[in-house]
């Protein structure tokens, strides 16, 4: 591929060389060319409270200005910002021109409602225009959003609301997929009849399906009622570089969900800065990122990037597999989609359709205009990643594996397309301006071909800035002293291939899932299972699966005795679904195992690398002689 943005290798090393030779003059540089500042930045890195960082501090911006405004004046204004495909297949698009006019009428509402800069807005809605809009105009007036994945329960949208203490939530109606319709407004109605929402004053409502809701008047309001009263621009409010754009929950291996706090600057230039970089996007491109808005895949790669560089971006309401697996391919097709970024397990499961049934094979759809192909947010296994290049780029289009995480705002470690020569399995080399490396447990760099633990080295500014209302759990978690105090732990195992230097990530090190590229922490799902009345204990692992990446399994004593096996079933099936009510369908265990107590050791701490081993289907060989109870992993080896 030639005549990519970083056209070569040579140009990419240059790049290396001119971030490593000055950093913060690489770093104003990208700044000053990505961004339009409404006043400039003198500063660019102030590291005097480590590792509490701050980038180009004393400049001022508004992320919707540079994501809509100055499209308005380059010729972009007629240009498709989304085209929008529903569940349904209906099509509806949207230019620059209308996108601000509606982020306008909606900032324009916020403000009219009391929501100021500063204030905290939560976002509960499907994939839609309207997401956009939502999450835009909060950033127009400075409000900090946190977008709340619409496959999360009352119970987890309540804990996420409480946290970051927000004063509005924009919802929907309800949301469609897979030709079904789902609850949205219901579920905050119940999030908000729990403890601790007082500050909560308004809900605004996008009428989707039109389906039935509970209305609580003055506190609920209609967006297109709130649209239609407003004008249709709204001057920005300019925020200080690191004023927080958004909080965004993620897992982490112990407590609850945490919110990752990020900078208004930083972050988006990496977004903008890594659309032109790793997907060298280009004016005709038609970029299509199958994640969710709720995670921040869906913030960097729909929100965010695609919109600050005038791109025009595809959005998909529904699922790959409805109705039918050939769904992706047909849109490809039809909206001539050139860039396309999705997640290995959705790969992998379109592998098994078209195995299954001839007719969803790429191959039978038109997909001629593909040109760049990516994946994130799992390891993505050579084979899968040979059928995608192959059946689904034709041999034409790089696999771009692109590994990052909630945390780093945007691509850390990635190939480059036309430059980085390409090795499935591998996601190669960190981007120019990010160090990263492979130490062991005491902070020492390990040399190519040793496992170790992925850090990186330099602060950057789309890092997270700490977690919100809990700066020590950011200091610790991410800097941790073990370490020196100087290292960015990505809490990632990874390997540097001897010859060529290129990392391949190995997995979580922590007790963090990856489940069909979702996150979950273990603790989370054990707290679940061990608030249903029934059971005592729960230990909670994850087990390598083909299509998901991994398979939640969960390991349950009850208060009463062991299930008979007529019984566990049904139990486990009651309790599936309380977990499902608890967290959110995705954090259901594809599989419960009961005990009549939990392999322990004799200071009473649970023997998880063997209940690893047991999930796995693996004789136990290792050593037990630590282990108080022995005989309940032969218990815990039968599936319910
Ligand atoms: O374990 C890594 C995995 O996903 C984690 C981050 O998850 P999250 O914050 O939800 O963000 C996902 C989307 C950026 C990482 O710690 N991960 C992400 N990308 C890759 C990956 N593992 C291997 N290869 C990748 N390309």
């Known amino acids: 591929m030639k005549g990519t943005v970083i056209d070569g290798m040579a140009a990419y090393e240059a790049l290396v060389k001119e971030a490593r030779v000055d950093r913060p003059g690489f770093w104003a540089r990208l700044a000053r060319e990505h961004l339009v500042w409404h006043r400039p930045f003198t500063r660019v890195l102030d590291d005097s409270n480590a ?27 007629e240009k498709h910002a989304i085209v929008f495909e529903a569940d349904d297949g209906t099509i509806t698009s949207i230019t620059y021109r ?43 007036i400075g409000a900090v959003h946190s977008v709340v994945f619409g496959g999360f329960s009352a119970k987890s949208l309540h804990e996420r609301m409480v946290d970051v203490g927000a004063v509005a ?10 030709g079904k319709s789902l609850p949205l407004k219901s579920i905050v109605d119940e999030a908000l009849a729990m403890d601790g929402t007082d500050g909560v ?31 249709d621009t709204c001057e920005p409010e300019w925020v200080e570089a690191d004023h927080p754009l958004f909080v965004l929950y993620t897992s982490g291996s112990t407590g609850t969900p945490k919110g990752v706090q990020h900078s ?4 988006l230039l990496w977004s903008a800065v890594t659309m032109h ?50 769904r992706f391919w047909e849109m490809i097709a039809h909206h001539r989609v050139s860039i396309f970024y999705t997640a290995p397990t959705a790969i992998r499961s379109l592998i098994k359709a078209s195995e299954a049934d001839s007719t969803v094979h790429p191959r039978r759809f038109e997909l001629g205009s593909l040109r760049m192909l990516g994946t994130v947010g799992e390891p993505i296994n050579p084979s899968a990643w040979e059928w995608y290049a192959r059946e689904v780029g034709g041999g034409r289009c790089p696999v771009l594996d692109t590994f990052w995480q909630t945390e780093t705002g945007g691509h850390m470690i990635t190939p480059l397309p036309g430059a980085t020569p390409l090795v499935p399995g591998s996601c190669t080399l960190p981007l120019p301006g990010i160090e990263a490396a492979i130490v062991d447990e005491t902070g020492s760099e390990l040399p190519n071909g040793q496992g170790g633990l992925l850090v990186i080295k330099h602060p950057w500014p789309s890092m997270l800035r700490t977690i919100w209302g809990n700066p020590e759990r950011f200091r610790h978690g991410y800097y941790p002293p073990e370490l020196g105090g100087g290292l960015y732990l990505a809490g990632d195992g990874a390997i540097r291939d001897p010859e060529t230097g290129y990392f391949t990530i190995t997995g979580r090190i922590d007790d963090v899932l990856n489940v069909s590229g979702h996150r979950m922490g273990t603790m989370e799902i054990e707290s679940a299972l061990t608030s249903h009345p029934l059971v005592a204990e729960a230990a909670v692992v994850g087990r390598p699966d083909e299509t998901i990446g991994e398979a939640i399994v ?37 599989e419960i195992r009961f005990g009549e107590s939990m392999p322990k050791t004799r200071s009473g701490k649970v023997v ?9 289907g693996e004789s136990i060989a290792q050593d037990m002689s630590t282990v108080e109870n022995p005989a309940v992993l032969q218990q815990f080896s039968h599936r319910a």
């Not at 996008?206 to 039935?212: L, N």
């Not at 791109?311 to 309401?317: M, N, S, V």
């Not at 139990?571 to 259901?588: D, F, M, N, S, T």
């Open 169 to 178: 939530i924009i919802t929907a109606d309800e949301q469609k997929r897979g």
């Open 608 to 616: 998880r690398r063997l209940l690893r081993a047991v999930a796995k």
């Open 98 to 140: 209308q996108l601000h006019a509606r982020v306008c009428k909606v900032a324009n509402a916020l403000r009219g409602r009391g929501v100021g800069a500063g204030d905290r807005v939560m976002i509960y809605l499907p994939m839609s225009i309207e997401g956009v809009v939502a999450m835009q105009a909060c950033a127009r």
């Open 201 to 231: 004053h308004t809900v605004i409502v996008y009428q989707r399906t039109g389906g039935t809701i509970v209305w609580n008047p003055p506190r609920d309001c209609w967006l297109h009622e709130l649209e239609d009263a407003q004008p």
């Open 264 to 267: 208004t600057a930083g972050y």
């Open 51 to 77: 590792p509490f960082f701050k980038w180009f501090d004393d400049g001022l911006l508004n992320a919707s200005y540079n994501c809509l405004d100055r499209h308005l004046y380059n010729g972009n204004a």
């Open 554 to 590: 969960a390991f349950v004593v009850l208060k009463g005795p062991r299930p008979a096996p007529e019984d566990a079933k049904n139990i486990a099936e009651q309790l599936r679904a309380w977990v499902g009510k608890e967290i959110g369908p995705i954090a259901k265990p594809k």
């Open 277 to 326: 970089w790793t997907f060298d996007i280009r004016p005709d491109d038609v970029f299509w990122c199958t994640a969710d808005i709720g995670w921040i895949t869906g913030h960097s790669y729909i929100c965010y990037g695609p919109t600050a560089v005038g791109a025009t971006q595809l959005i998909f309401e529904g699922v790959p597999t409805w109705p039918n697996a050939g």
